[in-house]
């Protein structure tokens, strides 16, 4: 009988970023410290809770942007699991970035979850991790299928309308942001540059990167503009998110 896989208890957490969309909210403070309307908390705050909840143990999140902001945060908060922060002294790009926050996990040797600072989603982790070594893969991307942010209309061959649907799913599969990564990978990162350019191609093509669709309901969005927050907002009151 085979032991059962080990779920990764560490993380990273890509928390650098300027989100100069959302304005005036990123005036005096990074991204992931903008706080979702109704809930006192900032978007790193739910990432941090979400992650222990499924295990994690450690997170190293890397700061850029207005970075004393976050980390001051982090020293003051009750926090479910431990975390120690890096700062880039200069722009790695993602993938050097990742690289760079990497090198700060305590345990090199076990896998790892990663996600970027701006995202708010609640999935099994567990599960993404099952599917990722089940396949053998380095790395695993989430995938979503996001709405639509239009109406679209649906017509007939013959050009009648037939119906106005509201923001409907997307017919395609995003990158939603969150990654189980094996031990290995890190050193496949580039030092500096983007990994979804160089190595997550190279994977690709050589069957090493797998996909997990996001489970039927689960949620998840990406923090990009204030109106993000205002349907968070309203999501977490019609869904208890």
């Known amino acids: 009988m085979t032991a059962p896989y080990p779920h990764p208890t560490q993380a990273v957490v890509l928390a650098g970023g300027q989100g100069s969309r959302l304005r005036p909210y ?71 970035g990742l690289k760079y926050a990497a090198a700060s996990l305590p345990r090199p040797e076990e896998p790892w979850y990663a996600t970027n600072g701006d ?15 089940e396949r053998g893969a380095d790395a695993t991307l ?3 299928r996001p709405r639509i942010p239009w109406g679209v209309v649906e017509t007939d061959e013959f050009g009648h309308v037939l119906d106005f649907i509201e923001a409907p799913p997307s017919p395609y599969l995003i990158n939603a942001g969150v990654y189980v990564f094996s031990a290995a990978f ?3 990162l580039p030092a500096r540059g983007d990994h979804e350019r160089t190595t997550f191609p190279r994977l690709a093509r ?9 489970p039927h309901g689960a949620y998840w969005r990406a923090i990009d503009t204030a109106k993000d927050l205002t349907e968070a907002a309203k999501e977490l009151g019609s869904r208890g998110v």
Request: negative net charge.
């Open 26 to 96: 990123t005036d005096d403070r990074p991204k992931p410290m903008v706080e979702i309307p109704g809930t006192g908390t900032p978007i790193i705050g739910h990432q941090l809770a979400w992650l222990a909840s499924e295990g994690v143990t450690d997170a190293v999140v890397s700061c850029g942007h207005l970075a004393e902001v976050l980390q001051d945060w982090l020293s003051q908060a009750q926090l479910p699991l431990n975390v120690t922060t890096v700062v880039e002294t200069e722009p790695l790009g993602r993938g050097g």
């Open 119 to 133: 995202i708010w989603t609640r999935f099994s982790l567990r599960e993404m991790a099952d599917f990722h070594h």
């Open 142 to 144: 989430a995938l979503a």
């Open 186 to 188: 890190t050193g496949l």
């Open 206 to 214: 050589e069957r090493r990167l797998a996909g997990f669709p996001l």
